[in-house]
């Protein structure tokens, strides 16, 4: 593969942009930092404005790829090496450029930032940091940057980007070990998991020494769901390594790792965090099973613990960035509270050329990190796929897991065929689902099962297992918790904490449930006010199936034909044959219809 030269900058950001479309783990950026005088840009946690390429894809960044060149050949990528196209590579100088110039005309509010192997991982990552670290000292770009962390790159460097950037996010690609070896056979899964265990241990870790959960807090149990944002950031016993809690004897062993007495223990164990990336794998049923390991006592082979800055191979970096310092003594010049309260971070932007607390309370990937997988390549169900995205949550802390419907773009045998097109109604209810693990309190095991492996095609997950669970309906709205007001279809986190917060003052009825966001044309099966139900809807699974199965196909109708135009009718029925269901008749009869 060449990479061509002489190709203007415009040339090469339509190829750079129309390259990196795929990629869907972009979203709002979820830290908030406001604007400096002497820099430029700033960050607020809903401030990304999202806009849609032609293809429908969500574009909210500048989203480019450094280049499409890469040394693997993943039979369902466009960029793979035995692909005949063109091939070009952004300089960091031009990315800088090309980040200003448009957020300086308001086109963006961040950098969403991707790229093929070019030559082998640790040269790309070297790239991507050298790319940062000018955008944050030289351009002083205060906004919001997202990047993409390369599996099989040194620790360092995934530990020096992680200062820079505000997401980073390293794409699990397949489901299964299988898949990858099929699909993908450069990646393997120590590849991939290392660079997530060690992004979130660094996460955790620093988290645990400013002695803040870095305002992920959420309105539900975080014990019972898929902590979104990082249930080790609230729990540091789940996050491993340098922050799980030790028992006396293990402390005993290691004196000096996770003390809490004296800046050198800490400096020490903090260091260790950040840059070890070891993981503990283990296979079941060819899926990935995501296991929290025992604290490692060193990332080096002679069993100690190393500091920030060393890792077991060290990694020449570019003449523009300065090698990484020593984490020994980094507290030596701060005084007693920043002793107490911080990791050796401050030390690490000295030697970057970044002012001290430039960036207020932002430190290591402040916005947490979120992963990607590709839906209807490989053979898994939709149970697998969450079972996966579960353990994900729960064991490596993970902001988001995005799900990208598989686009045919090569020709290979080993690929499926998809006549219907891309498999847009199972990602929507993956997301569905996924919603459903981060904010209501479910768990992958209650919505599917090896039973019933797959999605409905024609409910939404949430009414489909209150379906298959109507025992535990109707609920009182008046009396019912929290938790059980989330598992009501119809209601969300926002309605349900209006009507906890409401009932204090008197009772609810159905209008006042109406008022406050409660969708009643699903919840009004599954609710009762003052222990009466809505009048003429009976708690039966067939009555309530036929009601529910209209909206859900015409919305099912929706997703799998975006594309498809028609000039409506006045008698327009979606071209579904839906039966009618006995209130329908009852309503005819009497001439409400």
């Known amino acids: 593969m060449l990479i061509q030269e002489n190709l203007s900058i415009e040339q090469k950001l339509r190829i750079l942009t129309d390259a990196a479309k795929y990629d869907v783990a972009c979203t709002s950026s979820g830290v908030d930092r406001k604007g400096r005088a002497d820099g430029m840009g700033s960050a607020t946690d809903i401030g990304i404005c999202h806009s849609f390429a032609a293809d429908g894809r969500c574009i909210s960044l500048l989203k480019i790829l450094l280049t499409n060149q890469c040394i693997y050949d993943c039979k369902y990528c466009v960029n793979r090496c035995s692909n005949d196209v063109v091939r070009t590579a952004f300089t960091p100088d031009e990315v800088?450029?090309?980040?200003?110039?448009?957020?300086?005309?308001?086109?963006?509010?961040?950098?969403?930032?991707?790229?093929?192997?070019?030559?082998?991982?640790?040269?790309?990552?070297?790239?991507?940091?050298?790319?940062?670290?000018?955008?944050?000292?030289?351009?002083?770009?205060?906004?919001?940057?997202h990047v993409k962390g390369i599996p099989g790159a040194d620790q360092e460097l995934i530990a020096r980007v992680g200062y820079l950037a505000d997401r980073m996010s390293v794409n699990l690609e397949l489901p299964t070990a299988q898949g990858l070896r099929d699909l993908a056979p450069g990646k393997t899964r120590d590849k991939i998991l290392r660079p997530m265990r060690q992004i979130q241990r660094g996460i955790a870790a620093q988290s645990l020494y400013l002695e803040g959960d870095r305002g992920f807090k959420k309105a539900y149990d975080t014990g019972r769901a898929g902590f979104a944002g990082g249930a080790a950031l609230l729990d540091p016993s789940r996050a491993g390594g340098v922050c799980a809690k030790e028992s006396p004897s293990e402390r005993a062993e290691n004196p000096g790792v996770g003390s809490r007495a004296g800046g050198a223990g800490r400096v020490g164990s903090m260091g260790s965090g950040l840059v070890e990336g070891a993981g503990v794998l283990r296979e079941e049923n060819a899926v990935y099973s995501v296991k929290t390991p025992r604290q490692s006592a060193s990332s080096g082979s002679d069993g100690q613990s190393a500091p920030l800055g060393t890792s077991a191979q060290s990694v020449p970096l570019r003449s523009s960035g300065p090698a990484a310092p020593s984490s020994a003594g980094a507290f030596d010049g701060l005084a007693s509270r920043d002793r107490r309260s911080f990791p050796p971070v401050f030390e690490e932007e000295k030697h970057l050329g970044i002012p001290e607390g430039r960036y207020g309370s932002r430190r290591f990937v402040p916005a947490g990190q979120s992963t990607q997988m590709i839906v209807g390549a490989t053979p898994e169900n939709d149970f697998q796929m969450l079972t996966v995205t579960q353990a994900l949550y729960r064991s490596y802390g993970l902001k988001r897991v995005f799900f990208s419907a598989y686009v045919p773009v090569n020709l290979d045998s080993s690929l499926p065929a998809l006549p219907g097109g891309p498999p847009l109604l199972r990602e929507h209810r993956l997301y569905q689902a996924d919603w459903l693990l981060r904010f209501y309190g479910f768990s992958a095991e209650e919505l599917l099962s090896e039973g019933q492996p797959n999605f409905n095609v024609f409910l939404d997950p949430k009414c489909d297992w209150a379906l298959r669970h109507l025992e535990q309906f109707p609920v009182e709205v008046n009396r019912a918790d929290y938790a059980s007001l989330l598992r009501v279809p119809g209601m969300g986190v926002k309605s349900a904490r209006r009507i906890v917060a409401a009932r204090r003052q008197g009772k609810l009825d159905f209008p006042d449930l109406k008022g406050m966001g409660v969708v009643l044309?699903?919840?009004?099966?599954?609710?009762?006010?003052?222990?009466?139900?809505?009048?003429?809807?009976?708690?039966d699974q067939d009555y309530i199936t036929s009601c529910l199965v209209g909206d859900e196909r015409r919305a099912a109708w929706d997703i799998e034909h975006k594309d498809c135009y028609r000039q409506l009718s006045l008698f327009d029925d979606m071209k579904l044959d839906l039966p009618v269901c006995e209130e329908e008749r009852r309503a005819a009869a009497a001439g409400h219809l």
């Open 521 to 539: 044309k699903r919840a009004v099966y599954f609710i009762t006010c003052s222990g009466k139900m809505m009048p003429g809807v009976r708690l």
């Open 96 to 145: 800088c450029t090309l980040t200003m110039e448009f957020y300086r005309r308001n086109y963006i509010e961040g950098l969403f930032l991707s790229s093929g192997i070019l030559y082998s991982a640790d040269h790309t990552m070297e790239l991507i940091y050298e790319t940062l670290l000018k955008l944050r000292t030289t351009c002083r770009f205060n906004g919001y940057i």
